[in-house]
């Protein structure tokens, strides 16, 4: 059973930083690319970025490129997501979900895991 | 970046219904158009991927069609366990999500 599993959240005041991990297990972690979506409080989904096999791909949605950082840990199957610059505009649901690259969607996604930007 | 423009925004139907929900591209997406469903609990759940292929475990009454810019998701018979948010979602990068639509119980 695919098995996506997000931690790190929590509260964090502004300006600070915060990295969320993605535990995975249930498949072969270091055959598929993996990404980050949020959902901030009333709004629809928003693709953070994607990260390929072997790291040497990460793509992020332009707004984001200067403030996260996705990274993973084949050895350990899991994958980070580093946020500085913290913001009240980044409070949100982040999501961790295993992505199917060659058509482009993600088949597999975590709970999710809350982080709230405040002081 | 593509924008997506999901309608209506919000729908009311009652059990057993007929559902359709859209998903306009702001530029050809050559079929790279999922949907998914996300439930009051956080739970996120693929159902279609390219335009029409329904995953594995999802439900036959759930289908989707479209081409070039428009694209679409039909619930061929509402039952309670469907209500629920969906997402339309576009596959050049970067991904970009439509703005859902909310499905309530009339």
């Known amino acids: 059973e695919v098995k996506l599993v997000e931690s790190g959240g929590g509260l964090v005041q502004p300006g600070r930083s915060l990295k969320l991990s993605c535990a995975a297990s249930?498949?072969?972690?270091?055959?598929?690319?993996m990404g980050w979506v949020r959902q901030a409080p009333g709004k629809g989904l928003e693709w953070i970025g994607e990260?390929?096999?072997?790291?040497?791909?990460?793509n992020y949605t332009p707004s984001l490129k200067d403030k996260f950082t996705i990274s993973r840990d084949n050895a350990q199957n899991t994958l980070y997501l580093q946020m500085s610059k913290l913001g009240s505009e980044d409070t949100a649901i982040y999501y961790c979900?295993?992505?199917?690259?060659?058509?482009?969607?993600?088949?597999?996604w975590g709970q999710g895991v809350m982080v709230t930007v405040s002081s | 970046d593509i924008k997506m423009t999901q309608s209506p925004s919000s729908l009311s139907a009652s059990l057993g219904e007929r559902v359709t929900i859209s998903c306009r591209a702001s530029?050809?997406?050559?079929?790279?158009l999922s949907w998914y469903q996300k439930k009051e609990d956080g739970s996120v759940k693929l159902l279609i991927y390219?335009?029409?292929r329904l995953q594995p475990g999802a439900p036959s009454r759930f289908s989707g069609s479209g081409s070039g810019k428009d694209y679409s998701l039909t619930i061929s018979g509402l039952e309670s366990e469907d209500i629920a948010t969906y997402y339309c979602?576009?596959?050049?990068?970067?991904?970009?999500f439509g703005g859902g639509t909310k499905l309530e119980l009339k």
């Open positions: 979900a295993r992505a199917q690259r060659r058509v482009c969607y993600f088949d597999y």
């Open positions: 249930g498949f072969s972690f270091n055959d598929y690319w």
């Open positions: 990260i390929n096999q072997d790291s040497s791909t990460i």
């Open positions: 530029e050809n997406i050559n079929n790279y």
């Open positions: 390219h335009t029409s």
């Open positions: 979602q576009q596959g050049y990068t970067p991904w970009t």
